[in-house]
């Protein structure tokens, strides 16, 4: 390449420039939708009629004995 067609290159490359994007927004627009998802998905699945779940708690024996 020689001068001439880095000039050239240079001002076609000066028409194409991309687009200046809002990356806060697209944060914001992610983080509505996951937490909109979690509190539909929080009231479709509550069933109120039933108990808490409970879960046994039994302490960590050994896994082998030393004799």
């Known amino acids: 390449m ?5 000039a050239l ?7 194409i420039s991309p687009a200046p994007r809002g990356h806060g927004v ?4 992610i983080a509505a939708v996951f937490f ?3 509190a ?13 779940l409970q879960t046994a708690s ?4 050994p896994a ?3 004799p």
């Open 26 to 29: 697209l944060m914001l627009a």
């Open 40 to 52: 539909l998905g929080g009231s479709l699945f509550a069933s109120p009629d039933e108990p808490p």
């Open 2 to 6: 020689d001068r001439r067609d880095l």
């Open 64 to 66: 082998t004995s030393i």
């Open 58 to 61: 039994v302490p960590a024996s």
């Open 9 to 15: 290159l240079d001002k076609q490359m000066a028409q």
């Open 36 to 38: 909109a998802g979690v």
